[in-house]
Structures are given as structure tokens and as C-alpha cells.
């Protein structure tokens, strides 16, 4: 049973225009929920972040969306560059004991920015 | 700036070999973890560690076990490895509160022969 789904493994978008990269959960009791980026021959860095209490937070070219009620989240990237190629694995995790912190993550979806 | 650091980033074994990949973080993170990547199978959880010589159970722990006696140090043995090991290995660390990002290492491509 995967928890945290990345339905589409790959995504294709030219220069400029936007990236929308989707994660759905199932558990009810994950609170936060985090992106990574992953470029080739190197680990994964964190990129942006939301609480459950939120539906929307950004950072600069980056905004992730939470729809609670669907258990869907989003990552907009806009406007892309060719730098933002690399793999995008979506992230869950609890709050509470000594769970706080462990992260289950998604399969992740290579996204490729075409100049 | 924070680090992790695993010890190679390369690495070669022979079948029933008993392998060590080493991890070090100088954050004073709680938690750490070690995950395994293999390609359209993202990050799987092997082991992770809330506090010194404590140790949970991730995903796959089968033919795993880990060890942590220092905060800032986090060790993965494979007890015989076995080619269905081949992988690459991230080591990640992180504060012990819910939300706190996870920070990796470069990885430790293994190839068991």
C-alpha cells in the first residue's frame, strides 16, 4: 500500500511556462509535507514545504498547493528553466513521537525543461 | 552549511561479503536514516534512528541492520550481501520535530558482484 503517489514518473515542459507536478497521500495523519529535488549523481535537497493548516505557501519561483480533502498536493514551478531539470520526489510525515520527522516519500517524476 | 557525509561514493563487494557504509552529519540532527534508491521505486527506508543506540525498522529492513553509537554518526551493514543489494544508498539526517526537511548525503553506489 504506497501512502504517497506520484502518478506521472515523467513530465516534459518548454523554457518559460509553468511545471505542475502532482502527489496524492492516503494517510490522514501526515501534517507536513515537503519537496525534493534530485539532480544525478547527487542526494535529493529539500525545496519547499507546507503544513496541513495551510493551503498555499511559496518561494519565489516555487508555490506548493494543499487540497486536504482531496489528499492532493501540487508543486508550480513557473516560469521553468532549463536548471530546474531533475527528479521531484514529493514527501509525507507525521508530527507526533518518534515518528516526527520520518518522511514516506514518492516514486519521484523526472522533470525535463527544454530550452 | 550543513553536511552529510557518507564515507564512499563508490563501492564494490563479492557476494556474502559483510559490507559497511558509513555516515557522518555535523548538524546535531536526532533522527537519521538510510534509504535506498533504485530506478521507478524512489526512496525506500531501510533503517532509521530517532537517538543514540535507538533504531527503528523502515520499509525493508531484510538483510540490514544498522548502528549508532555516536549523535553524528550512522552505520548500515549489510550482514552477506547478496546481489540484489546493488543499489545506491542515501544517508539523510534531521531535527527530531515533524516537518524538518531531511538533509542527504551524495549517496554510496554499491555494486555487489
Known amino acids: 500500500d504506497q501512502q504517497v503517489k506520484q502518478n506521472s514518473p515523467s513530465l516534459s515542459v518548454q523554457e518559460g511556462r509553468i511545471s505542475i507536478l502532482n502527489c496524492d497521500y492516503t494517510?490522514?495523519?501526515?501534517?507536513?509535507f515537503l519537496w525534493y529535488k534530485k539532480y544525478p549523481a547527487e542526494g535529493p535537497t529539500f525545496l519547499i514545504s507546507?503544513?496541513?493548516?495551510?493551503d498555499k505557501n511559496e518561494d519565489g519561483r516555487f508555490t506548493v498547493f494543499l487540497n486536504k480533502s482531496a489528499k492532493h498536493l501540487s508543486l508550480h514551478i513557473v516560469p521553468s528553466q532549463p536548471g530546474d531539470s531533475a527528479v521531484y520526489f514529493c514527501?509525507?510525515?507525521?508530527?507526533?513521537?518518534?515518528?516526527?520527522?520520518?518522511?514516506?516519500f514518492g516514486d519521484g517524476t523526472t522533470l525535463t525543461v527544454k530550452p | 552549511d550543513v553536511k552529510v557525509t557518507q564515507s564512499s561514493r563508490y563501492l564494490v563487494k563479492r557476494t556474502g561479503e559483510k559490507v559497511f557504509l558509513e555516515c557522518v552529519q555535523d548538524?546535531?540532527?536526532?533522527?537519521m536514516f538510510w534509504y535506498r534508491q533504485d530506478p521507478g521505486l524512489g526512496l525506500r527506508l531501510i533503517y532509521f534512528?530517532?537517538?543514540?543506540?535507538?533504531?527503528e525498522k523502515g520499509d525493508i529492513p531484510e538483510g540490514y541492520s544498522v548502528s549508532r553509537e555516536k549523535k553524528e554518526r550512522f552505520s548500515l551493514i549489510l550482514e552477506s550481501a547478496s546481489t540484489n543489494q546493488t543499489s545506491m544508498y542515501l544517508c539523510?539526517?534531521?531535527?527530531?520535530?515533524?516537518?524538518?526537511?531531511?538533509?542527504f548525503g551524495d549517496g554510496t553506489r554499491l555494486s555487489i558482484l
Open positions: 514527501a509525507a510525515s507525521p508530527s507526533f513521537n518518534t515518528n516526527a520527522g520520518k518522511s514516506t
Open positions: 539523510a539526517s534531521s531535527l527530531g520535530t515533524g516537518g524538518q526537511p531531511q538533509h
Open positions: 494517510n490522514s495523519m501526515f501534517d507536513y
Open positions: 534512528s530517532y537517538d543514540v543506540k535507538m533504531k
Open positions: 548538524m546535531d540532527h536526532e533522527n
Open positions: 507546507i503544513s496541513s493548516i495551510k
